[in-house]
């Protein structure tokens, strides 16, 4: 079984920082895509940055050049820095990855729990 467990959310003011951790556990033979989404009330799921194995990454425009994904790959763990945070930042941010399990190749989604980050203003 595979888990992945977020870190890091909370209360900042507007203008903070905030730095996001998702760890991935289990049987994982390789992950080739790690992303942070977020959900605010009463909107949809959104993506908000992709960093893949090879190190690419992609950003929504919202959160362009003020949030930066990172992963640390031997420890299965990638971050998100937010930066300059505003009150239409606030959501909860959930982690995804794309990985494979044991020897297989066949590629699976698995999803946090999903963390709370409230920007006041």
């Known amino acids: 079984q595979v888990q992945l467990v977020e870190s890091g959310g909370g209360l900042v003011q507007l203008g903070g920082s905030l730095k996001l951790s998702c760890a991935a556990s289990g049987n994982i033979f390789s992950i080739y895509a790690m992303d942070w989404y977020r959900q605010a009330p009463g909107k949809q799921r959104e993506s908000v940055a992709r960093?893949?194995?090879?190190?690419?990454?992609a950003y929504s425009d919202s959160v362009k050049g003020r949030f930066t994904i990172s992963s640390d790959n031997a420890r299965n763990t990638w971050y998100l820095q937010m930066n300059s945070l505003k009150p239409e930042d606030t959501a909860v941010y959930y982690c995804?990855?794309?990985?494979?399990?044991?020897?297989?190749?066949?590629?699976?989604?698995?999803w946090g729990q999903g963390t709370q980050v409230t920007v006041s203003s």
């Open positions: 960093i893949t194995s090879g190190s690419s990454t």
């Open positions: 995804h990855a794309e990985l494979s399990i044991g020897g297989s190749p066949v590629r699976y989604s698995y």
